[in-house]
Nanobody
């Protein structure tokens, strides 16, 4: 049974920084991992993704967070992190960690391509 557990959300002022983490109980190293976020009444949107290591990880970001957010993974700890800087009120939402359905595939921005999700952690950015 695979489980993803997020942590690290909270309340921060605009311009501030926050880091959210996701620890995986189960297989990790062979899977692309991603972060999505969902604001109230809106769809779940792709934020960032990271491929497995090896052969050499690659990352991808939504245009709205490029240059501000950084995704990373620690295979020893089975953890994927999302470092968020220069936060804006529009970054507010519930952040979900997700594991790609099939091993060794690349990053997808479609939530349908991920079949294992965490419970989410709330990030609120005040103006």
């Amino acid at each position: 049974q695979v489980r993803l557990v997020e942590s690290g959300g909270g309340l921060v002022q605009a311009g501030g920084s926050l880091r959210v983490s996701c620890t995986v109980e189960g297989s990790f190293t062979m899977y692309t991992m991603a972060w999505f976020r969902q604001a109230p009444g809106k769809e779940r949107d792709f934020v960032a993704g990271i491929t497995p290591t090896p052969p050499g990880e690659t990352t991808d970001y939504a245009d709205s967070v490029k240059g501000r957010f950084t995704i990373s993974r620690d295979n020893g700890l089975k953890r994927v992190n999302l470092q968020m800087t220069n936060l804006k009120p529009e970054d507010t939402g519930t952040y979900f960690c997700a594991r790609r359905s099939i091993t060794w595939l690349g990053i997808s921005s479609s939530a349908d391509d991920y079949n294992t999700w965490g419970q989410g952690t709330q990030v609120t950015v005040s103006s």
